[in-house]
């Protein structure tokens, strides 16, 4: 929320309050120790993103977009920038106006709030009510249908985040280097470089498939030059790509597993730009570097769940299970619980489970599934849910709560994604017990140890998932196995260390090569 005092008296308080006048945050709460400021390399860092789970979430983006700054922190003075959408003006945390940016093209004027969280991560909130406040999730309404005008609603992300590097609009804080993430920050470096900023960038991609394609009518309303459109710029098609904007205009791409940078250089993966990463790998321009999950995500202590419990407390986990066996409408069962907890969309395989759900319920297994996403494949959960009455329950939503409890309750978690760049569900349900029976690519390739911490299958069809559904069934029949299985997945060292240390590296070279070549 706004305080009052900057709603009334808006404009007398943009030139007022600076950013020297706000308390130093950056010196109170956890996670902010004093020791963390010794890094001589110390880099200010605008991260740009359309989620973050402090506030808005629709996926792995909004957690990644709250873990990585914080992790970082002890090294670099990370800052997120994030359109001002109602859960975001509407969180009890105040905002301050700190700044103020002219509009461009069909881009309207918008002001920048900062919003201190209460330990010390500094947001910037991109204010502008006629593109963002609107109810729905951040690209759409309820009803899963995107927003028409996203290309203008993102670009004007972009546009501040290039705005601020460019030290415009007194937010008086200009970042060492701009980090975007997926196609809605995509023109940040694009705008940036069109600028002629020195400043480097580092763009990351979450999910390739997402590209943010519009007709290159639009250019005008953009404001991209016609020099863009040609196949080092963001020309796709014939049409104008977000996604390839902010990977061909910044300084270095990465994404979010090992396995999944070697995927997007081939057909099979690579959504059209297979040879465009690909001559970025050979220069050395793409990397992996995966993702964590953070500490919340510790049975023993997360408050979300029926019952917190440790390492070999299975009665705990039953406990749970019966929870979710209720939330779902499930019968009373001694046989294994499979959890689907995903957005619903294409990637993420659903027609697969559709069409297991007979073998699974025929071996004594139940499934609770709660997602939300597109409405067809809402439907077809809801349908799967009729066909087998007390077998399967299905929730359609987003809950964070039923989430946890879900991954605590169950035995075996469903992951049958086509493509998977990173996936942390399935890094969630392991740390919980829960081992992830899930197709052999990307990240769940990188983070799941067949037969070891979950199952692995390789076609995309439903007599490989069978395979892997078999040995799960086994495994579920032979309590020590299973309970070896459990202890090996819930002490697998999932965590955001392995990634700090990469993207410092990254933020350090980067703004060192940047500043080599200005000089
Ligand atoms: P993606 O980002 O492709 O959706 P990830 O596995 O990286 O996949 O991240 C998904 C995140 O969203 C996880 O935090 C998962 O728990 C959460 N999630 C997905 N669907 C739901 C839901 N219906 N309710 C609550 N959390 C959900
Ligand atoms: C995307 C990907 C998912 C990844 C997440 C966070 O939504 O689909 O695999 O874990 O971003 O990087």
């Given at each position: 929320m706004i305080s009052a005092a900057v709603e009334t008296h808006g404009e007398r308080l943009n030139q007022q309050v600076t950013e020297s006048a706000?308390?130093?945050?950056?010196?109170?709460?956890?996670?902010?120790?004093?020791?963390?400021?010794?890094?001589?390399k110390r880099k200010k860092v605008l991260f740009v993103t359309s989620e973050i789970s402090d506030l808005?979430?629709?996926?792995?983006l909004g957690d990644v977009s709250a873990a990585l700054p914080r992790a970082m922190h002890p090294l670099h003075d990370v800052r997120v920038l994030i359109p001002g959408y109602p859960q975001v003006m509407n969180s009890d945390n105040p905002i301050h106006i700190v700044g103020e940016l002219g509009g461009h093209a069909a881009l309207p004027a918008c002001k920048i709030g900062r919003m201190d969280l209460k330990d010390g991560l500094v947001i910037y909130v991109l204010i502008c009510p006629e593109l963002f406040?609107?109810?729905?999730t951040p690209y759409g309404a309820n009803n899963g249908r995107d927003w028409p005008d996203n290309h203008i609603r993102f670009a004007r992300l972009g546009l501040a985040a290039a705005d601020i590097a460019a030290g415009e609009?007194?937010?008086h804080w200009k970042p060492d280097l701009v980090h975007a993430h997926d196609w809605p920050a995509g023109l940040a470096p694009a705008y940036m470089h069109w600028r002629g900023l020195k400043t480097p960038t580092l763009f990351t991609v979450?999910?390739?498939?997402?590209q943010g394609v519009v007709s290159r009518a639009c250019c005008p309303e953009l404001a991209i030059?016609?020099?863009?459109?040609?196949q080092e710029g963001m020309e796709f098609y014939g049409k104008l790509s977000f996604l390839k904007a902010g990977m061909a205009y910044s300084s270095h791409i990465t994404t979010v597993s090992a396995t999944y940078a070697k995927e997007?250089?081939?057909?099979?993966?690579?959504?059209?730009?297979q040879g465009f990463l690909s001559s970025k790998a050979q220069q050395g321009l793409l990397s992996g570097i995966p993702n964590g999950i953070d500490e919340s995500w510790d049975s023993a202590t997360d408050?979300?769940?029926i019952c917190p419990f440790s390492l070999n407390d299975w009665d705990g986990k039953a406990v749970n299970a019966s929870h979710v066996r209720q939330l779902f409408k499930?019968?009373?069962?001694t046989g294994p619980l499979f959890a689907v907890v995903s957005r619903?969309?294409?990637?993420?395989?659903l027609d697969l489970t559709q069409g297991v759900a007979e073998f699974i319920v025929a071996n004594g297994g139940q499934i609770a599934i709660i997602g939300r996403g597109e409405p067809e494949e809402e439907q077809a959960m809801r349908e799967l849910a009729l066909r087998f009455p007390g077998q399967i329950g299905v929730r359609i939503g987003f809950n964070e709560t039923d989430a946890r409890r879900i991954f605590a309750g169950s035995d075996f978690l469903l992951m049958p994604s086509r493509?998977?760049?990173?996936?942390l569900s399935q890094m969630y349900a392991q740390r919980f017990g829960s081992l992830p029976v899930a197709r052999n690519t990307g990240g769940l390739a990188d983070t799941i140890e067949d037969g070891v911490t979950g199952f692995l299958f390789n076609e995309s069809t439903v007599a490989s998932y069978e395979q892997a559904l078999s040995r799960a069934f086994y495994v579920y029949s032979k309590p020590n196995l299973l309970n070896a299985m459990r202890c090996l997945s819930m002490t697998?060292?999932?965590?955001w260390c392995q990634a700090v240390e990469p993207y410092a590296r990254l933020y350090e070279e980067l703004v060192e090569r940047a500043t080599a070549t200005t000089y």
């Open positions: 706000l308390p130093d945050v950056t010196k109170a709460g956890r996670g902010t120790p004093p020791e963390s400021h010794a890094n001589p808005v979430k629709t996926g792995g406040q609107r109810e729905g609009g007194m937010v979450h999910n390739l498939a997402y030059p016609p020099h863009a459109l040609q997007i250089t081939t057909a099979e993966f690579g959504c059209g730009l408050p979300h769940l499930l019968q009373p069962s619903l969309v294409y990637q993420k395989g493509y998977e760049p990173c996936g697998q060292p999932f965590n």
